[in-house]
């Protein structure tokens, strides 16, 4: 395929011009010979500018097609996959996929790491020991004919566009930009094979697009390209005002993951899942409506079905699987501090993106392409919207390896609380279902 020359192409963009197909075809072909600088000052201009629908079906197909599109149609069905347009504390994922493999779907998954404020599955997976994410595409389709579930990373074989995409963007404010967000997504959604996609859109202030509005204009981008590149795409539009669950952070999310897969975990991470799985269960005719679903997948979590898988993911992929039953055992940042209510009250707000602005703070997130995460750092939330609390009472706890990156984390943890008079309640936690049972 034709190289193009990427200056015009990014001066076309930075102008408002729409690419060709063939052009986007050829800057992803050949994207590992451009520099960075020149790359970044692209994703600058996409943002800058934005991308039309049919320059985003053009980059989301030659984004997958960067490396293996996986046939999976001789791995038994419903072949299913989800993914988050990112939050804070959102480690639906590492319940999720085992939870609906255990209830007779196989979850084909890519995943990424994490992208700014929000976090990411592949970083958290790997405070689970040696945990391989890059696995190889032959490799992959084998797990999924043994376990039904294997959850990998963009690598070398599978999406390598949006591997160096996703990680310049990261970096380069260049995260909020909805053809972005969409060809990213749905390209590790094609090529990892799955029929049946479910989005979770998060909209708030710890999501990528805070408004409704904004939200809204995302599921129906995501839901029109993947159905013209031939996928069924069912998107939920949920909260992301606070975190999610109570712990924000890698190894700490791993370990709340692992209670709500032991039939525990917080309220509202157990409701996501039950939705968002019964959704794919009745989507993939498992279960002949919701409810019949929701009551299955519960008792797959509360008999311990569905953490038998995920402990069985965990050691076909290379991790430690006795960390499953010890989550005394994975990474723990050494240093700890508490953030105390100032006066007795209601929290009546707690907000994601300061939360999720602290985890990087606390090392848990990138500010370069190549530092390294803390997987120990990270806050437990130990009030939310709603609770009372007393004067002095810790509101959270904070963790880092480093003295001053434990003060800034505490510093951005304390902005995110605010308590008062009044009563307040949490917002709902599903907004809208497009595409789905309820869409
Ligand atoms: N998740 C992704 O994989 N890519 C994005 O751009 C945002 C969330």
Not at 240 to 250: E, I, Y
Request: with cysteine; charged share 25%; aromatic share 2%.
């Amino acid at each position: 395929m034709h190289r193009p020359d990427i200056l015009p192409l990014i001066r076309a963009k930075r102008d408002g011009h729409a690419l060709s197909r063939e052009d986007i075809e050829g800057l992803i072909a050949h994207l590992g010979t451009y520099p960075d600088y020149q790359v970044a000052a692209w994703l600058m201009a996409c943002t800058c500018r934005g991308l039309s629908l049919d320059e985003t079906v053009a980059l989301t197909r030659a984004m997958a097609h960067s490396g293996e599109v996986l046939d999976l149609s001789d791995v038994p069905g419903p072949r299913v996959d989800k993914h988050s347009t990112g939050g804070v504390g959102d480690k639906v994922t590492l319940v999720l996929a085992p939870l609906v493999a255990a209830a007779g779907a196989t979850v084909a998954k890519l995943s990424g790491r994490g992208l700014g404020h929000t976090g990411g599955t592949i970083d958290k997976l790997e405070s689970l020991g040696s945990f391989q994410t890059a696995i190889e595409p032959e490799r992959f389709k084998a797990q999924l004919r043994r376990l039904r579930v294997a959850v990998a990373g963009q690598s070398r074989g599978m999406t390598p566009a949006d591997g160096r995409l996703y990680a310049l963007r990261d970096v380069t404010a260049t995260i909020e930009c909805p053809g972005l967000i969409c060809a990213s997504i749905l390209s590790k959604k094609i090529a990892a094979g799955a029929d049946i996609i479910l989005l979770d859109v998060k909209t708030g202030r710890g999501a990528f697009m805070e408004t409704e509005a904004e939200a809204e204009a995302l599921a129906r981008m995501l839901r029109e390209v993947g159905e013209r590149l031939g996928r069924r795409v069912i998107c939920v539009v949920s909260a992301m005002g606070q975190p999610l669950g109570q712990n924000v952070g890698n190894a700490l999310e791993v370990a709340e993951a692992m209670e709500t897969l032991s039939g525990g975990g917080p309220a509202d991470l157990r409701e996501i899942c039950l939705e968002l799985g019964a959704q794919l269960c009745v989507a993939g005719g498992l279960d002949p409506d919701a409810a019949t679903a929701r009551t299955r997948l519960a008792g797959l979590l509360d008999d311990g079905t569905a953490k038998a898988r995920f402990r069985e993911l965990v050691a076909a992929q290379g991790g430690d699987a006795t960390l499953v039953d010890g989550p005394e055992y994975l990474p723990s940042a050494p240093l700890s501090t508490h953030v105390v209510a100032r006066q007795a009250g209601t929290v009546l707000d707690l907000d994601a993106r300061c939360i999720g602005d602290a985890v990087v703070a606390l090392g848990a997130g990138r500010r370069t392409k190549e530092d390294v995460l803390d997987l120990g750092a990270g806050v437990r939330l130990l009030a939310k919207v709603g609770d009372v609390v007393e004067t002095g009472q810790p509101l959270a706890e904070v963790r880092a390896s480093e003295p001053e990156r434990l003060e800034a984390g505490r510093h951005a943890v304390e902005q995110a609380y605010k308590t008062g008079e009044g009563p307040a309640s949490p917002p709902p936690l599903i907004h809208a279902i497009y595409g789905g049972i309820a869409g």
